[in-house]
């Protein structure tokens, strides 16, 4: 409503006066922190591009001229894995772990649950549990830093 009574309309509400009461950070104008579209498509092309350029050489080329020229040899991968544990850490994990899957089984296939069947399950778990807890490192080597890196 107006202030003479009568009804409103899109018109009249005077499109101006809005403008000028919007704060100034949302204003659209010369702002040098904002960029164009051209300068946006820009950025995006040059990301999407590649910044390195690919070898031409196959990669037995590449070892046959480093072999050729620096008398470069390939080392072998060092193996990883359980082979490489210490047995009795492996035998703390299987212990542990073969525990859990031996009491699941009793406690499925066997009702009521044979009291010499869960004292073995228990022994077994609790045996392997100590082993791993022997197995944690005593101290920190100095490449660790102050264990704040992820």
Known sequence: MNDDGTASTPDDEGREDWRGEVPDPERIGHDRSRISDEEWDDL?????????????????????????????????????????????????????????VLLLIGVIFFRPLPG??????????????????FHLPSHRSADDGDGSSV
């Open 116 to 133: 010499w069947y869960l004292l073995i399950g228990l022994a077994v778990g609790i045996g392997g549990a100590v082993g791993l807890f």
């Open 44 to 100: 995006v092309r040059q990301i999407a591009e590649p910044s390195a350029t690919t070898g031409d050489m196959p990669a037995e080329d590449v070892r046959d001229a480093l072999e050729d020229t620096e008398h470069w040899e390939r080392e072998p991968a060092e193996p990883i894995g359980w082979r490489t544990a210490s047995p009795t850490l492996v035998l703390s994990w299987a212990a542990a772990l073969g525990a859990v």
